[in-house]
């Protein structure tokens, strides 16, 4: 068990570019989660997976965000034509049961 | 829908001496209830979590808390802080069907002071 681990952890991008950030979940965790948390802010879901099934997506997950998590295993979450508003730390957390999700380090997006 | 509240935004505490992170929350289904600290530039480590049973739940590195269903609130405690407890601590809550994500508050940032 090594944890949730996402990459990159800082990402620094221009006004308009596409990124895109990957999180591995714990082996054998089925459920993925997707967070986003402003400065001086609790994070705020954005998406869920279970399986490769996308089954939740928050009103916060514009036309511009896309996930996806193909077989099953890990997860990527693509922003397009960035924003200054889309700075924020992006979290990823994975859970077995519907109880407990474990965070990993979270990717940091600055947009300028 | 469900909704988290941390009344305090930051709290300075001498170190040994006692803490009191409060909590409400809001709910029309049952809930887990969960508490995470975050150091900085870290994600969110789990202390501790309510599932069921028994009110007082432990957790690590000395903390507790304490479910109180008529009260809606879930406060965390230390009886005795250390400065590397300086964090920002989440109080967070989910259903308990569904796809369970979690509702956060707005944070704790608990300052351990010398």
């Known amino acids: 068990d090594t944890g949730v681990s996402q990459d990159p952890r800082h990402k620094i991008t221009k006004r308009g570019q596409n990124v895109t950030f990957r999180c591995d979940p714990i082996s054998e965790h089925n459920r993925l989660y997707w967070y986003r948390q402003t400065l001086g802010q609790g994070p705020e879901f954005l998406t869920y997976f279970q399986n490769e099934a996308q089954l939740e997506k928050s009103r916060l997950l514009s036309d511009r965000f896309s996930a996806e998590r193909p077989k099953g295993s890990f997860s990527t979450l693509e922003i397009q034509r960035t924003e200054q508003g889309d700075s924020a730390m992006y979290l990823c957390a994975s859970s077995l049961r519907a109880d407990t999700q474990y965070f990993g380090p979270g990717t940091r997006l600055t947009v300028l | 829908a469900q909704s988290v509240t941390q009344l305090d935004s930051q709290v300075p505490v001498f170190e040994e001496a006692p803490v009191e992170l409060r909590c409400n929350y809001s709910?029309?289904?049952?809930?887990?209830l969960f508490w995470y600290v975050q150091y900085p530039n870290q994600g969110l480590q789990l202390l501790l979590k309510?599932?069921?049973?028994?009110?007082l739940v432990k957790g690590i590195n000395g903390f507790e808390a304490e479910f109180n269903k008529s009260q809606t609130s879930f406060h965390l405690r230390k009886p005795s802080v250390h400065i590397s407890d300086t964090a920002e601590y989440f109080c967070a809550v989910s259903d308990q069907t569904g796809a369970n994500n979690l509702f956060f508050g707005t944070g704790t940032r608990l300052t351990v002071i010398p």
């Open positions: 309510y599932l069921s049973g028994s009110t």
């Open positions: 709910s029309s289904v049952s809930v887990y």
